[in-house]
Nanobody, 125 residues
Framework: EERLVESGGGLVQAGGSLRLSCTASGFALDAWAIGWFRQAPGKGREGVGCISTDRRTYYGESVKGRFAVSRDNAKRTVYLEMNNLQPEDAGVYYC???????????????????WGQGAQVAVSS
């Protein structure tokens, strides 16, 4: 069974940092671009960042300079390093697998068809 599992969420004070992990099973991670999206209560899913198979990275405007996506194919894991977290960064963070060449550079969730269960991130002010 193909799966993505997020981990590393939690509660952090404003200005703090967290690292989320997205671990793949049932398929070859190195063949796929992986993206991170988040969803706050009452809002739509927002693209946060994505890493292509050749390690090019793309970021949403609201997180540029604060968040970084990396991958370790040997560990079957993609990471989202989040620094200087703010209350508006809170939400459920999902990783997804990109099925097209369009999804990653445009952070288009419609192109991602395999999702993890999500990791909750809370930021106290």
């Amino acid at each position: 069974e193909e799966r993505l599992v997020e981990s590393g969420g939690g509660l952090v004070q404003a200005g703090g940092s967290l690292r989320l992990s997205c671990t793949a099973s049932g398929f070859a991670l190195d063949a796929w671009a992986i993206g991170w999206f988040r969803q706050a209560p009452g809002k739509g899913r927002e693209g946060v960042g994505c890493i292509s198979t050749d390690r090019r990275t793309y970021y949403g405007e609201s997180v540029k300079g604060r968040f970084a996506v990396s991958r370790d194919n040997a560990k079957r894991t993609v990471y989202l390093e989040m620094n200087n977290l703010q209350p508006e960064d809170a939400g459920v963070y999902y990783c997804g697998r990109d099925y097209s060449d369009y999804g990653c550079p445009h952070l288009a969730s419609v192109s991602f068809h395999l999702w993890g269960q999500g990791a909750q991130v809370a930021v106290s002010s």
